[in-house]
């Protein structure tokens, strides 16, 4: 049993794009979800939520949950720099492929 659930191809090539994409997000989205939490915090708290009410309902999903999921460090407001942000984005990158071929070979095995 344990055997067959190993040679899943599709169930792990999910897995893998999942967490590619993980990766992908992170890599792109966390200096601008800190800084985000950090204009949603402190004295800017009522202009943050004024400006939100303004957009739409769409925009403000998101920008509501960047301000709940945000890094609290104010340094990670900074854009990573290229050592730190491309292999956080390679992976996502190269995990993306590998489960989209994974999800190929349990495709054509079946």
Same mark, same amino acid.
């Given at each position: 049993?344990?055997?067959?659930?190993?040679?899943?191809?599709?169930?792990?090539?999910?897995?893998?794009?999942?967490?590619?994409?993980?990766?992908?997000?992170?890599?792109?989205?966390?200096?601008?979800?800190?800084?985000? /939490?950090?204009?949603?915090?402190?004295?800017?708290?009522?202009?943050?939520?004024?400006?939100?009410?303004?957009?739409?309902?769409?925009?403000?999903?998101?920008?509501?949950?960047? /301000? /709940?999921?945000?890094?609290?460090?104010?340094?990670e407001?900074?854009?990573?720099?290229l050592?730190?942000?491309?292999?956080?984005?390679?992976?996502?990158?190269?995990?993306?492929?590998?489960?989209?071929?994974?999800?190929?070979?349990?495709?054509?095995?079946?």
């Open positions: 049993m344990a055997v067959a659930f190993l040679e899943n191809w599709n169930f792990w090539g999910v897995v893998l794009d999942i967490l590619g994409a993980g990766l992908l997000v992170w890599g792109e989205l966390s200096g601008e979800m800190a800084m985000i /939490r950090y204009q949603a915090t402190g004295d800017f708290e009522r202009f943050f939520e004024s400006e939100v009410m303004k957009r739409s309902f769409w925009k403000r999903w998101m920008l509501r949950l960047g /301000r /709940r999921c945000g890094p609290s460090d104010p340094q407001m900074s854009p990573l720099g050592f730190d942000s491309f292999p956080i984005k390679a992976w996502g990158f190269t995990f993306l492929v590998l489960g989209f071929c994974l999800q190929a070979i349990g495709s054509l095995k079946h």
